[in-house]
């Protein structure tokens, strides 16, 4: 009875850890569409008034980045 109640325990605590992992990570950068190009900026928090990041992809497929990601973020993309 004890092991079935560590293992219940120690699958609660593993479920856990990864669901914060998860949600630690920074988003990622969608792809820009060919034709395009594109504008990445990351926030430091929902309120997307503090850039601290961000990525410009050309015409051309060239890619230019700055600063770091989180999970806040805007994406445009306009035509070449």
């Known amino acids: 009875m ?3 109640a560590f293992t219940a325990a120690a699958l609660a605590c593993a479920a856990t850890a990864s669901a914060v ?3 630690a990570m920074p988003a990622q950068a969608r792809a820009c569409t060919i034709n395009h190009y594109c504008y990445t900026t990351w ?3 929902a ?5 601290v990041g961000q990525l410009f992809e050309d015409c051309d497929g060239a890619r ?3 600063g770091v990601r989180t999970a806040y ?6 035509n070449c």
């Open 2 to 4: 004890l092991r079935r």
């Open 21 to 23: 992992l998860v949600q």
């Open 43 to 45: 926030y430091s928090n």
């Open 47 to 51: 309120s997307r008034t503090v850039v």
């Open 64 to 66: 230019s980045m700055w």
């Open 73 to 78: 973020l805007t994406f445009s993309e306009n």
